[in-house]
């Protein structure tokens, strides 16, 4: 949560603010700091729901992205451990080979056991 200042008023200047050039907006994330009460995950949080009313991330966040080799299937994390873990999981199941991606790093495989 935000602290408050001398005043009893939430004290706002270090909310993070995350931004988006596809949606041309700004927001400072008080709402998920204050209300939410999701702290040093509000920027996770923020981008996931971001994610979902709009089909895109907002900018500076790059996902991480898990898609079979053999099937339509996939999909999109914030973080590498579920990336891994959906592909590890995939691959274990299908007995396909999976490719986690992120940004401009090196693709990594995951091969069936």
Same mark, same amino acid.
């Given at each position: 949560?935000?602290?408050?200042?001398?005043?009893?008023?939430?004290?706002?200047?270090?909310?993070?603010?995350?931004?988006?050039?596809?949606?041309?907006?700004?927001?400072?994330?008080?709402?998920?700091?204050? +209300?939410?009460?999701?702290?040093?995950?509000?920027?996770?949080?923020? !981008?996931?729901? =971001?994610? #979902? /009313? $709009?089909? &895109?991330?907002?900018?500076?966040?790059?996902?991480?992205?898990?898609?079979?080799?053999?099937?339509?299937?996939? +999909?999109?994390?914030?973080?590498?451990?579920?990336?891994?873990?959906? !592909?590890?999981? =995939?691959? #274990? /199941? $299908?007995? &396909?080979?999976?490719?986690?991606?992120?940004?401009?790093?090196?693709?990594?495989?995951?091969?069936?056991?």
């Amino acid at each position: 949560m935000s602290d408050e200042s001398d005043d009893g008023e939430p004290d706002y200047d270090n909310v993070p603010t995350v931004s988006c050039s596809r949606c041309n907006c700004e927001w400072e994330l008080s709402y998920e700091l204050d +209300d939410l009460q999701v702290g040093n995950q509000s920027v996770e949080q923020f !981008a996931l729901d =971001h994610m #979902r /009313h $709009t089909g &895109h991330f907002p900018d500076s966040v790059s996902p991480w992205v898990a898609r079979c080799r053999q099937c339509p299937d996939g +999909d999109e994390f914030l973080s590498e451990r579920p990336a891994r873990r959906w !592909a590890e999981i =995939h691959a #274990r /199941h $299908t007995r &396909h080979t999976v490719d986690i991606d992120h940004g401009d790093d090196e693709t990594t495989t995951v091969t069936p056991e």
